[in-house]
């Protein structure tokens, strides 16, 4: 079985700062790692992923991810926050063995203060 | 990257009425995809996989009989709320993942490409 963990359901932080959303999973085979965005009454997009290789993934808008074995964690982060990164973000794992649906963490809403 | 489309985006129905949500894939085929529910401030909850040409397969506690799929052709799955209550007012959303494999299994690495979700309001 796997599972995801979102620390933080809320995280508010000032336009320009770091943005770090937590995320740690569970999983008894190598997973493969998502992180996924979401405006208000619309579907899921991707970020970016980790699935084999570097441990330290870039993704769209300026986000990036590290994917780190030892504290079962892939935290989503960015060095200077913009108004328009104002949304919900999803932690999701995977993986090649089981069902093929992802499995999403509670989600962390994020504001950005002007 | 690959496009999802589901409608309609908004519904608004009668208690005890039926509705029937479409999710498409447009530039790809996919012989199996999914369905989320999605209630207010929270994650997204997998309702069910969707198998073409085959039966769904529905997660524990979700009714197969009032939560109807069928997944006719590689690019269309439908869910249809049947007999439609308050409490199934929801944001539902659809995904497929490209480089279909079997419906478990190999793949796992693959991309997720998600509708633009329904959210059904049931008054």
């Known amino acids: 079985a796997q599972s995801v963990t979102q620390l933080g359901s809320h995280v508010s932080v000032s336009e320009g700062a770091l943005v770090l959303l937590r995320c740690n999973y569970s999983s008894s085979v190598p997973p493969y790692l998502f992180w996924y965005v979401q405006y208000p009454n619309q579907g899921l997009q991707l970020l970016l992923k980790y699935t084999t290789g570097a441990t330290l993934v870039k993704g769209i808008n300026g986000f990036e991810a590290e994917f780190k074995k030892s504290e079962t964690s892939f935290h989503l982060t960015k060095p200077s926050a913009h108004m328009s990164d104002a949304a919900e973000y999803f932690c999701a794992v995977s993986s090649d063995t089981g069902r093929r649906a992802l499995t999403f963490g509670s989600g962390t809403r994020l504001q950005v203060q002007p | 990257g690959a496009v999802v489309s589901q409608h309609p985006s908004r519904v608004i129905c009668k208690s005890g009425t039926s509705v029937k949500i479409e999710c498409r894939s447009l530039d790809f085929q996919a012989t199996t995809m999914f369905w989320y529910r999605q209630f207010p401030k929270q994650s997204l909850m997998l309702m069910a996989t969707s198998n073409e040409g085959s039966k769904a397969t529905y997660e524990q506690g979700v009714e197969k009989d009032k939560f109807l799929i069928n997944h006719a052709s590689l690019t269309l799955s439908t869910l249809t709320v049947t007999s439609a209550h308050p409490e199934d007012s929801s944001f539902y959303i659809c995904?497929?993942?490209?480089?279909?494999?079997?419906?478990?299994?190999?793949?796992?690495?693959?991309?997720?490409?998600f509708g633009q979700g329904t959210r059904l309001t049931v008054v």
């Open positions: 995904s497929a993942r490209v480089g279909q494999g079997a419906a478990r299994g190999a793949g796992g690495s693959t991309e997720a490409f």
